[in-house]
């Protein structure tokens, strides 16, 4: 416990505190309760919930007692922070579906077993659901006052926007800080701890604490997960970067690592990773020294995979990278070949052409790498063509049944980076 607040402060996670000085002694005199919220809108959590849920995990290694708190009930209203507009609001049977998704991910991260200071797991739904709409008004609402709600960023830069804010959003304030106070009556709960976005909510629920049960409740903010140019981490293309395998590969996590920039790098080592201080700064030399070698991003790559799909889901992703950069190709299904050449263009034959044995210069036109026979025929000629990986000498070759790397799909490669997949139907 004597050296988690240091090793936050070097990593750079302390972005807003109630009190830095006093919190830093008040952490390490003792075994503490920490909560951080997840809001339910997805049945996964994302990159962006990486910083908070690292957080969580720190605080337990370190001895402290982690409360992950899923938003049942505020995410049926959404958090107006950092949002410019109302959120669409989720069904009920939506919602559940997505507390119990990020609720078996956040297994993955923390110790629900540990004998001492074992984790937990809630859903505010849990108590709000007992509250009537005039017992909350009068136990709980009297003791906020509307004023403070005003002069809160995320509520002031609503207001000030012609769309404004409804009373839903407004109030979803009023519930997150009741949640600490009831954390704190229930499960001796004493810190709060988010993004920085959360710096309004956080402080709000302190100041709820002690309007109504006279108690110094405690709370830091940690950075937003951004890029050295500032804009947010965790999206590509095709969208958000998932914890879930079903919705980003363990695959495509890695290699959205791998292919972080080396402005951003130590950075996300520092913040989502558990390299320990030296191993980081070595990194950050060697980085230094040689830019192009990637060791800190294969590091960081790996870590990160490792906590969020486990050593098979790294082992997965490494073998896929290694496939995409040249290994042999077998043992696969149709699924995973997809997600390992998801942005390599495509073709669809019938099968019949591959029964009856298709040309191998034919197969590679039919796939859109090259639009002449001659240029193929040359290429193979110069060893320059691979059927899964293998290369292929014989210009005369007919590929058949046994040549699929999958059920029905057939990886070719024309030089040392260009692939097309043939899928036979």
């Known amino acids: 416990m004597t050296d988690l607040y240091d090793d936050l402060v070097w990593r750079g996670l302390i972005h807003q505190a109630t009190d830095e000085t006093h919190l830093a002694q008040w952490l390490r005199s003792g075994r503490r309760t920490l909560y951080v919220g997840f809001d339910p809108t997805a049945s996964s959590l994302h990159v962006g919930s990486l910083l908070p849920l690292m957080m969580l995990r720190r605080f337990q290694k370190a001895g402290h007692t982690p409360i992950a708190l899923i938003g049942g009930a505020t995410g049926m209203i959404g958090d107006p922070s950092g949002k410019s507009e109302e959120r669409n609001l989720l069904s009920t049977e939506a919602l559940a579906a997505n507390v119990a998704g990020v609720g078996a991910q956040l297994r993955r991260f923390l110790d629900f077993e540990a004998k001492d200071n074992p984790a937990r797991l809630v859903n505010n ?129 890695y290699q959205y690592w791998i292919n972080v920039a080396d402005a951003d790098v130590s950075r996300c080592l520092r913040f989502l990773s558990e390299v320990p201080r030296e191993e980081i700064e070595s990194l950050d030399a060697a980085r230094a020294a040689n830019p192009s070698a990637g060791e800190s991003q294969r590091r960081l790559a790996e870590s990160l995979t490792e906590l969020a799909h486990e050593k098979e889901g790294l082992a997965a992703a490494r073998r896929a990278s290694e496939i995409f950069f040249g290994a042999s190709i077998q ?95």
């Open 125 to 253: 739904f849990d108590w709000m659901k007992s509250f009537s709409y005039l017992d909350f008004l009068r136990d709980v609402g009297k003791n906020f006052p509307v004023n403070v709600m005003l002069a809160k960023d995320s509520v002031k830069s609503r207001i000030e926007r012609e769309s404004g804010i409804s009373y839903t959003e407004f109030s979803y304030m009023l519930l997150q800080a009741y949640d600490f106070v009831h954390m704190s009556d229930t499960m001796g709960c004493e810190l709060q701890v988010g993004g920085s976005d959360q710096w309004g909510n956080i402080t709000a629920g302190i100041d709820l604490a002690r309007r109504m049960r006279g108690r110094q409740l405690y709370g830091f903010t940690c950075p937003l997960l951004t890029t050295a140019d500032g804009s947010k981490m965790g999206k590509t293309e095709k969208g958000a970067v998932w914890l879930a395998a079903g919705r980003t590969s363990p695959y495509a996590f």
């Open 331 to 425: 043992d696969l299904d149709d699924a995973q070949l997809g997600e390992i050449f998801a942005d390599v263009p495509s073709q669809e034959r019938p099968r019949v052409q591959l029964d009856a044995g298709l040309p191998l210069i034919d197969a590679v036109v039919a796939s859109g790498l090259s639009k002449s026979k001659g240029e193929v025929r040359r290429k193979i000629e110069e060893g320059g063509v691979y059927v899964n990986n293998v290369r292929a000498t014989d210009v005369n070759r007919k590929l058949g049944t046994a040549d699929l790397a999958s059920r029905s799909v057939l990886v070719l490669r024309l030089g040392r980076k260009n692939y097309a997949l043939l899928r036979f139907t």
